[in-house]
C-alpha cells in the first residue's frame, strides 16, 4: 500500500526547489529500479489529477519548457492515450511540472 501523504509531500519538497520531470512522479509508484505498469501508470496519473487540482501544478514540455496550456485534465488524458498506444517513452522525461 502506498503511501499518499508521503509522495505528496515528497514532490511538493521536490516542486519547491524545482521542475519536477514526470518520470520522478512515476517512479513513486513504480519504484526506482522497474519500469512503471498498467497500474502504476494509472495510479501515477490519479495522483497527478489529485496534486494538480490541489497545488494548480503547471506543465511544461520538450527542453524549451513550453508551458502547455490545457487543463490537468486534457493532459493527463493526453498522457494516458500516449502510455497506451505505447509511446511512454515520448512522455517519460518530455513532462515536467511546477507549482503554479
Same mark, same amino acid.
Given at each position: ?51 494538480? &487540482?490541489? *497545488?494548480?501544478? +503547471? !506543465?511544461? =514540455?520538450?527542453?524549451?519548457? /513550453?508551458?502547455?496550456? #490545457? ?10 492515450? &500516449?502510455? *497506451?498506444?505505447? +509511446? !511512454?517513452? =515520448?512522455?517519460?522525461?518530455? /513532462?515536467?511540472?511546477? #507549482?503554479?
Amino acid at each position: 500500500m502506498k503511501d499518499y501523504n508521503k509522495i505528496e509531500v515528497s514532490c511538493i519538497d521536490n516542486l519547491e526547489i524545482d521542475l519536477m520531470p514526470l518520470h520522478d512522479l512515476i517512479r513513486e509508484f513504480s519504484g526506482y529500479d522497474k519500469p512503471p505498469t498498467e497500474d502504476d501508470f494509472v495510479s501515477a496519473m490519479k495522483f497527478l489529477k489529485y496534486l494538480s &487540482n490541489k *497545488y494548480d501544478l +503547471k !506543465y511544461l =514540455e520538450g527542453p524549451e519548457m /513550453i508551458e502547455i496550456n #490545457k487543463s490537468a485534465s486534457d493532459i493527463i488524458d493526453w498522457l494516458t492515450k &500516449n502510455w *497506451y498506444s505505447n +509511446k !511512454y517513452n =515520448e512522455i517519460n522525461y518530455g /513532462i515536467w511540472l511546477k #507549482k503554479g
